[in-house]
Protein backbone atom coordinates (compact mmCIF):
# COMPACT_ATOMS: atom_id res chain seq x y z
CA UNK A 1 0.00 0.00 0.00
CA UNK A 2 1.01 3.55 -0.09
CA UNK A 3 3.19 5.63 2.60
CA UNK A 4 4.83 7.83 3.58
CA UNK A 5 8.28 8.11 5.62
CA UNK A 6 9.65 10.90 6.91
CA UNK A 7 13.08 11.05 9.34
CA UNK A 8 12.04 10.70 13.02
CA UNK A 9 12.22 13.74 16.04
CA UNK A 10 12.84 15.25 17.59
CA UNK A 11 14.91 17.68 15.64
CA UNK A 12 15.90 20.65 17.79
CA UNK A 13 17.69 23.66 16.02
CA UNK A 14 18.59 27.46 16.97
CA UNK A 15 16.76 30.12 15.79
CA UNK A 16 18.26 31.40 12.34
CA UNK A 17 19.44 28.28 11.28
CA UNK A 18 18.76 26.56 8.06
CA UNK A 19 16.03 23.50 8.11
CA UNK A 20 15.58 20.40 6.06
CA UNK A 21 12.83 17.72 7.25
CA UNK A 22 13.05 14.74 4.89
CA UNK A 23 10.04 12.77 3.25
CA UNK A 24 9.82 10.33 0.89
CA UNK A 25 6.98 8.06 -0.06
CA UNK A 26 5.84 5.11 -1.68
CA UNK A 27 2.72 5.12 -4.14
CA UNK A 28 1.40 3.47 -7.28
CA UNK A 29 0.87 6.35 -9.73
CA UNK A 30 1.58 9.72 -8.80
CA UNK A 31 -0.32 11.46 -5.65
CA UNK A 32 -0.61 14.78 -4.80
CA UNK A 33 1.57 15.72 -2.00
CA UNK A 34 1.35 17.77 1.38
CA UNK A 35 3.13 19.05 4.38
CA UNK A 36 0.77 19.81 7.21
CA UNK A 37 1.71 21.30 10.73
CA UNK A 38 0.67 20.93 14.08
CA UNK A 39 1.32 23.56 16.93
CA UNK A 40 0.67 22.13 20.46
CA UNK A 41 -2.60 21.55 21.71
CA UNK A 42 -3.92 22.44 18.29
CA UNK A 43 -5.41 20.50 14.97
CA UNK A 44 -3.66 20.02 11.28
CA UNK A 45 -3.14 23.25 9.07
CA UNK A 46 -2.24 22.64 5.91
CA UNK A 47 1.94 24.03 4.86
CA UNK A 48 2.25 23.78 1.56
CA UNK A 49 1.14 21.41 -1.25
CA UNK A 50 2.49 20.31 -4.96
CA UNK A 51 0.07 18.21 -7.09
CA UNK A 52 2.34 17.06 -9.91
CA UNK A 53 6.08 16.38 -10.65
CA UNK A 54 8.63 19.22 -10.31
CA UNK A 55 6.19 21.22 -8.57
CA UNK A 56 7.08 23.37 -5.60
CA UNK A 57 4.82 24.41 -3.06
CA UNK A 58 5.63 27.52 -0.54
CA UNK A 59 4.25 28.99 2.15
CA UNK A 60 5.38 31.10 5.11
CA UNK A 61 9.34 31.07 4.09
CA UNK A 62 8.83 26.75 4.20
CA UNK A 63 9.11 25.47 0.60
CA UNK A 64 9.33 21.66 -1.25
CA UNK A 65 9.61 20.39 -4.13
CA UNK A 66 7.81 17.24 -5.74
CA UNK A 67 10.65 14.82 -6.91
CA UNK A 68 8.97 12.51 -9.14
CA UNK A 69 12.78 10.79 -9.63
CA UNK A 70 13.09 10.02 -5.89
CA UNK A 71 9.96 9.90 -4.46
CA UNK A 72 10.52 12.95 -2.43
CA UNK A 73 8.63 15.82 -0.75
CA UNK A 74 11.52 17.35 1.53
CA UNK A 75 10.67 20.69 3.31
CA UNK A 76 13.06 23.34 3.79
CA UNK A 77 12.98 26.86 5.56
CA UNK A 78 16.36 28.93 5.22
CA UNK A 79 16.17 30.50 8.77
CA UNK A 80 13.43 28.68 11.36
CA UNK A 81 12.22 30.92 14.35
CA UNK A 82 11.61 29.87 17.37
CA UNK A 83 7.67 30.33 16.30
CA UNK A 84 8.21 27.42 14.22
CA UNK A 85 8.71 24.92 16.66
CA UNK A 86 5.70 22.37 15.91
CA UNK A 87 4.76 18.71 14.71
CA UNK A 88 4.85 18.31 10.63
CA UNK A 89 3.56 15.40 8.97
CA UNK A 90 4.32 14.88 5.47
CA UNK A 91 0.70 13.46 3.47
CA UNK A 92 0.05 12.09 0.02
CA UNK A 93 -3.26 11.67 -1.62
CA UNK A 94 -4.95 10.67 -4.44
CA UNK A 95 -7.56 11.50 -5.92
CA UNK A 96 -7.38 15.39 -5.67
CA UNK A 97 -7.31 14.91 -2.30
CA UNK A 98 -10.67 13.61 -2.05
CA UNK A 99 -12.35 10.94 -0.58
CA UNK A 100 -9.46 8.85 -0.55
CA UNK A 101 -7.79 10.42 2.77
CA UNK A 102 -4.49 11.56 3.65
CA UNK A 103 -1.45 8.71 4.56
CA UNK A 104 0.58 10.12 6.55
CA UNK A 105 4.34 9.92 7.79
CA UNK A 106 5.08 9.28 11.30
CA UNK A 107 5.35 13.35 12.34
CA UNK A 108 8.79 15.57 13.13
CA UNK A 109 8.64 17.43 16.11
CA UNK A 110 10.84 20.81 15.49
CA UNK A 111 12.25 22.26 18.29
CA UNK A 112 13.58 25.60 17.98
CA UNK A 113 15.93 27.20 20.48
CA UNK A 114 16.49 31.05 21.11
CA UNK B 1 -16.01 31.65 11.92
CA UNK B 2 -15.07 28.48 12.18
CA UNK B 3 -14.60 26.27 9.90
CA UNK B 4 -14.47 23.10 10.63
CA UNK B 5 -15.53 22.45 14.50
CA UNK B 6 -15.28 19.56 16.57
CA UNK B 7 -17.60 19.25 20.30
CA UNK B 8 -16.46 18.10 22.81
CA UNK B 9 -12.52 18.88 22.50
CA UNK B 10 -11.93 16.37 26.11
CA UNK B 11 -13.89 13.76 26.73
CA UNK B 12 -12.85 11.69 30.16
CA UNK B 13 -15.41 7.97 29.98
CA UNK B 14 -15.00 4.95 31.72
CA UNK B 15 -14.14 1.79 29.88
CA UNK B 16 -17.58 -0.07 28.51
CA UNK B 17 -19.54 2.99 28.12
CA UNK B 18 -20.70 4.81 24.75
CA UNK B 19 -19.99 8.19 23.44
CA UNK B 20 -20.27 10.46 20.43
CA UNK B 21 -18.49 13.30 19.54
CA UNK B 22 -19.57 15.61 16.64
CA UNK B 23 -17.77 17.54 14.03
CA UNK B 24 -19.52 20.21 11.73
CA UNK B 25 -18.18 22.33 8.66
CA UNK B 26 -19.35 25.42 7.32
CA UNK B 27 -17.04 25.29 4.25
CA UNK B 28 -20.04 23.84 1.63
CA UNK B 29 -17.57 20.64 1.43
CA UNK B 30 -18.59 17.36 0.11
CA UNK B 31 -16.66 14.98 2.06
CA UNK B 32 -15.75 14.61 5.66
CA UNK B 33 -13.25 12.58 7.16
CA UNK B 34 -12.00 11.08 10.79
CA UNK B 35 -8.66 10.44 11.70
CA UNK B 36 -6.99 8.79 15.01
CA UNK B 37 -3.98 10.30 16.28
CA UNK B 38 -2.21 7.88 18.95
CA UNK B 39 0.31 9.23 21.64
CA UNK B 40 2.78 8.77 19.13
CA UNK B 41 1.17 11.37 17.19
CA UNK B 42 0.46 8.56 14.12
CA UNK B 43 -2.33 10.12 12.08
CA UNK B 44 -5.13 7.43 10.72
CA UNK B 45 -8.01 7.43 8.31
CA UNK B 46 -10.55 6.11 10.32
CA UNK B 47 -13.27 6.76 7.71
CA UNK B 48 -14.80 8.95 4.61
CA UNK B 49 -18.03 10.11 3.74
CA UNK B 50 -19.26 11.62 0.32
CA UNK B 51 -22.59 13.09 -0.20
CA UNK B 52 -23.55 11.02 3.17
CA UNK B 53 -21.94 7.83 1.74
CA UNK B 54 -19.27 5.86 3.35
CA UNK B 55 -16.05 5.92 1.01
CA UNK B 56 -13.78 3.62 2.82
CA UNK B 57 -13.62 2.26 6.26
CA UNK B 58 -9.88 1.47 7.50
CA UNK B 59 -10.43 -1.75 9.46
CA UNK B 60 -11.95 -0.03 12.33
CA UNK B 61 -13.61 -1.57 14.83
CA UNK B 62 -16.88 -1.81 13.99
CA UNK B 63 -17.73 -0.18 17.84
CA UNK B 64 -16.92 2.87 16.08
CA UNK B 65 -19.90 3.92 13.54
CA UNK B 66 -19.94 7.07 11.93
CA UNK B 67 -23.00 9.08 11.26
CA UNK B 68 -23.74 11.58 8.23
CA UNK B 69 -27.18 13.37 9.21
CA UNK B 70 -26.55 15.89 7.13
CA UNK B 71 -24.04 17.08 4.24
CA UNK B 72 -22.34 19.30 6.90
CA UNK B 73 -22.34 17.01 9.63
CA UNK B 74 -20.27 13.67 10.62
CA UNK B 75 -20.63 12.36 13.98
CA UNK B 76 -18.61 9.71 15.30
CA UNK B 77 -20.20 7.11 17.93
CA UNK B 78 -18.28 4.66 19.81
CA UNK B 79 -19.52 1.68 21.66
CA UNK B 80 -18.44 -0.06 24.34
CA UNK B 81 -14.97 1.62 24.64
CA UNK B 82 -12.46 0.54 25.32
CA UNK B 83 -8.57 1.77 26.99
CA UNK B 84 -6.72 1.44 23.52
CA UNK B 85 -9.35 4.18 21.74
CA UNK B 86 -7.29 6.61 23.59
CA UNK B 87 -6.63 9.22 21.13
CA UNK B 88 -6.74 12.46 20.16
CA UNK B 89 -9.46 12.72 16.72
CA UNK B 90 -9.56 15.02 14.38
CA UNK B 91 -12.64 15.34 11.82
CA UNK B 92 -11.78 17.13 8.67
CA UNK B 93 -13.57 17.63 5.23
CA UNK B 94 -12.31 18.75 1.71
CA UNK B 95 -13.89 19.77 -1.65
CA UNK B 96 -14.77 17.83 -4.74
CA UNK B 97 -12.56 15.79 -6.53
CA UNK B 98 -10.74 17.76 -9.08
CA UNK B 99 -10.76 21.05 -7.08
CA UNK B 100 -8.49 22.22 -4.36
CA UNK B 101 -7.06 19.68 -2.96
CA UNK B 102 -6.43 20.19 1.03
CA UNK B 103 -8.47 19.01 3.75
CA UNK B 104 -9.39 21.15 6.28
CA UNK B 105 -8.95 19.85 9.84
CA UNK B 106 -10.95 20.58 13.25
CA UNK B 107 -9.28 20.80 16.54
CA UNK B 108 -9.62 17.60 17.73
CA UNK B 109 -11.16 15.66 20.42
CA UNK B 110 -9.10 13.90 23.34
CA UNK B 111 -10.84 10.95 24.52
CA UNK B 112 -9.19 9.51 27.43
CA UNK B 113 -10.80 6.08 28.45
CA UNK B 114 -10.16 4.86 32.29
Known amino acids: GDSVTQMEGPVTLSEEAFLTINCTYT??????LFWYVQYPGEGLQLLLKATKADDKGSNKGFEATYRKETTSFHLEKGSVQVSDSAVYFCALSFSGGGADGLTFGKGTHLIIQP | DTAVSQTPKYLVTQMGNDKSIKCEQNLGHDTMYWYKQDSKKFLKIMFSYNNKELIINETVPNRFSPKSPDKAHLNLHINSLELGDSAVYFC?????????????FGPGTRLTVT
Open chain 2, 92 to 104: ASSPPPGHAVEQY
Open chain 1, 27 to 32: ATGYPS
